[in-house]
């Protein structure tokens, strides 16, 4: 049995584009296209968790698929731009970089930043809007994701949807 997703339930822009929280999270995140995320170690090829969120929304990684916090994502493509949306209620929050250094789950308003997905599935800021974000790769600070300064970072961490 397939489901269909209702035109009404989809969210538009004044320019009738979908919007980066297109998909409104009443619906079941499977079928809206959202999927848990592990994550690995770029070097060592380690699993390091599942991603997922704190109760503040900074990134954390968890040990198992099934506690609660981890998070439901799907990337989401506005105006050229590629954001990672995690499904929140009564809209999606995006990953971007909070204060030091910190990755956190903004909303629209602000602390959400687009994202380039790299052939080696680590995710770095999108330079376009500022030069300091050049190169800021997630890595793991002691379960805490955070954006290195740069690439050169021993810890970064690579993902993959489950």
């Known amino acids: 049995m397939s489901t269909v997703l ?6 538009h ?4 584009a979908l919007h980066p929280g297109a998909l409104r999270s009443e619906l079941p995140q499977i079928v809206a296209g959202y999927r ?3 994550a690995f170690d770029k070097m060592t090829g380690d ?3 599942w991603l997922g969120s704190t109760a503040n929304m900074n990134l954390y990684m968890y040990d198992s698929e099934d506690d609660k916090h981890v998070a439901w994502v799907r990337f989401a493509d506005f105006k050229d731009q590629k954001w990672l949306a995690r499904d929140t209620t009564p809209n999606d929050r995006f990953l971007g970089l909070a204060t030091q250094g910190y990755a956190t789950w903004g909303l629209t308003g602000g602390w959400n930043n687009p994202i380039i997905w790299h052939p080696d599935h680590t995710i770095s800021l999108d330079p ?3 030069a300091s974000l050049r190169n800021r ?7 805490y994701c955070c954006f290195s300064d740069d690439g050169s970072n021993s ?3 690579r ?3 489950a």
């Open 6 to 11: 209702d035109p009404a339930l989809i969210d």
């Open 155 to 157: 810890n970064i961490l």
């Open 13 to 16: 822009d004044a320019e009738g």
């Open 137 to 143: 790769f997630l890595y793991l600070y002691k379960g």
């Open 128 to 130: 376009k809007h500022d």
């Open 159 to 161: 993902f993959e949807f």
């Open 47 to 49: 699993m390091k968790g």
């Open 36 to 38: 848990k995320m592990k």
